[in-house]
């Protein structure tokens, strides 16, 4: 079997037309389907961009399957609300950017419920979320950073520090988004004179783990 014929296998084994496959993978149609036909070879370019949507580069390449690749599950979304909350992202930003990334995958025909299933018939859907997610996600840090304008890393280091230490003083229990949450309110507030006041630092603790 051929280059070409492999490349197809994948894409039907996907499920996605010549035209949604060339869209993700940064090609047009007739690329697509002259690789397919052996009349061209793709580029470097195009096989990095087919890897990250989900095909099995090496297979097309060599005809040799790889190992499935084991997704190690981590729940994220702590660690999520404490970036927002450190970016002073609002809910109303995060929500027009889960529209945004919904809107995409519906160009490419996906729902993203489809993205739940767990026959490990996903990967390709997997692939092109991951790939969109980052974009979003790199367009909503960069719009957050714009706004905050040049940070004190020396100010901010001082904050956390001092969080840290009355947490560990008392013995206090906080959550990564209520300790972000704490540490960026702390931030914008002592920026002005860039200065750490600790009584502060102790009442922001109380609250933040009432």
């Known amino acids: ?4 014929a492999r490349l197809k296998e994948e894409r039907e084994r996907m499920g996605m037309t010549q035209e949604k496959f060339s869209s993700a993978c940064g090609v047009r149609r007739r690329a697509q389907s002259t690789y397919e036909t052996g009349d061209r070879s793709p580029d470097s370019l195009y096989l990095a961009a ?5 095909v099995d580069v090496g297979y097309v390449l060599t005809g040799q399957r790889q190992g499935a690749k084991r997704r190690v599950p981590m729940d994220l979304d702590d660690f999520g609300r404490a970036a927002a909350a ?3 992202i609002s809910e109303q930003q995060l929500l027009i ?3 945004t990334l919904t809107s995409k995958m519906d160009g490419y025909g996906i729902a993203l419920d489809l993205l739940n299933d767990s026959d490990g018939s996903n ?3 997997w692939g092109i979320f991951e790939l969109e997610l980052r974009a979003v996600v790199k367009a909503l840090i960069q719009e957050a950073i714009s ?3 040049d940070p004190d890393s020396e100010l901010l280091g001082k904050v956390l ?3 840290d230490g009355v947490i560990a003083e008392r013995g206090t229990q906080l959550s990564s988004n209520k300790k972000a949450a704490a540490v960026v309110m702390l931030y914008r507030a002592f920026k002005a004179s860039g200065r750490v006041d600790p009584a502060t630092v102790e009442e922001a603790v109380t609250l933040a783990s009432a």
């Open 1 to 4: 079997m051929s280059i070409g």
């Open 97 to 99: 950017a889960t529209e």
């Open 86 to 88: 450190v970016l002073g």
């Open 50 to 54: 087919a890897s990250r949507i989900g």
């Open 147 to 149: 706004g905050l304008g």
């Open 123 to 125: 990967g390709a859907y």
């Open 161 to 163: 520090e001092s969080v």
